[in-house]
């Protein structure tokens, strides 16, 4: 994955992850039998350890909701940091690995409802949001980004950060904006 995202898909040839590796390229291709397969593959165990690092997180201590919002924009910014933005333009080439991504982030859905329910109820939140929408917005945001290359105008990063500041300071109250001060 780290090969994928710093020099893109196209790039990396199996000759390349088999060298990495150390295996012979006919045993790659015996437990993968191409590489939108490794994809695949790789992103849900990326997607995997993202989450254990963020369940590791919180049971760590009890965190409110700007801290773990918070710590999963760090996580973001570290992944974009070493993702060249090649990778997000060509991994929407395999239908396979755009299927599961569409997928991982719908059943993330409903964790992200509750997660801003609790934070309204809390007083981090605005109530009275509709956040399907607010959530909707931002995917079509993301896709703008994407189809009108404007990574390549910016940095992936800037672009993220920005986009993400706008939105948490708009969804949030006072209060959550003023533990946002103290945690950035």
Do not use: W
Not at 83 to 93: A, H
Not at 109 to 125: D, I
Not at 153 to 159: A, G, L, V, Y
């Amino acid at each position: 994955m780290r090969q994928f995202k710093e020099r893109g898909v196209r790039n990396v040839k199996m000759d390349d992850i088999s060298a990495i590796i150390g295996i012979s390229k006919r045993t790659l291709y015996e437990i993968y039998e191409n590489k939108e397969e490794l994809l695949l593959e790789g992103l849900k165990f990326v997607q995997e350890q993202k989450t254990r690092e963020l369940r590791e997180f919180l049971s760590a201590k009890e965190r409110n909701e700007i801290e773990v919002m918070v710590k999963f924009v760090k996580m973001q910014m570290e992944d974009l940091n070493e993702t060249n933005p090649l990778f997000y333009v060509e991994i929407r080439r395999y239908k396979s690995v755009v299927n599961f991504m569409v997928d991982y982030h719908e059943r993330k859905r409903q964790n992200k409802m509750e997660f801003l329910r609790k934070g309204v109820e809390h007083g981090y939140f605005v109530d009275g949001l509709n956040y399907d929408i607010v959530h909707d917005m931002g995917n079509a945001i993301i896709n703008h980004v994407m189809e009108t290359k404007l990574y390549e105008r910016f940095p992936i990063q800037e672009i993220f950060h920005n986009y993400v500041s706008v939105l948490m300071r708009g969804y949030c109250t006072d209060k959550g904006i003023a533990e946002l001060k103290k945690l950035f």
